[in-house]
């Protein structure tokens, strides 16, 4: 699976290009983004894992009803694991990105206001026992970071 998300980092679309380029190395609000991230059995396309959000970028093949039906069933149980998960059409990244920005920034302050005031725990991990952050939770890497 990490295979798999390595290879799709490199592959990416226009949309996750311009979408990449705006919310990385904590560009945006100071908030820590990372692409292609191994949740098995899926894969994010983008994470902040200190909101537990993540952000999809659909392209033509989530318009079919086969694949929406994967995608909802694919959006639940991520739910169920306490993340939130925003979507966007390719083109609509491609055409109109400050409110794709926005959308994600509200959501964000949202999760987190509701965190500090009690109400979700955007950094617990239903279902899994106590034990330190998983690599996509930003608890660290399976490989060392590369310092320019």
Known sequence: MRAFARGQR????LAEDAFWQQVRGSRFRGLKFRRQVPLPPYIAD??????RLIVELD?????ETARRDRDAARDAWLRE????????????VLSDLSS???TVGATVAAR??????????PLSRP???A???SPAEGGGSMRPALRP
């Open 10 to 13: 490199r592959l990416r679309t």
């Open 46 to 51: 983008f994470l902040c894992a200190s909101a």
């Open 59 to 63: 392209g033509a093949p989530h318009v």
């Open 81 to 92: 694991q306490g993340f939130e998960v925003l979507r966007f059409p390719n083109d609509r």
């Open 100 to 102: 794709v920005l926005d």
């Open 112 to 121: 987190l206001a509701r965190a500090t005031s009690g109400h979700v725990a």
């Open 127 to 129: 279902g899994l026992t």
């Open 131 to 133: 034990g330190p952050p």
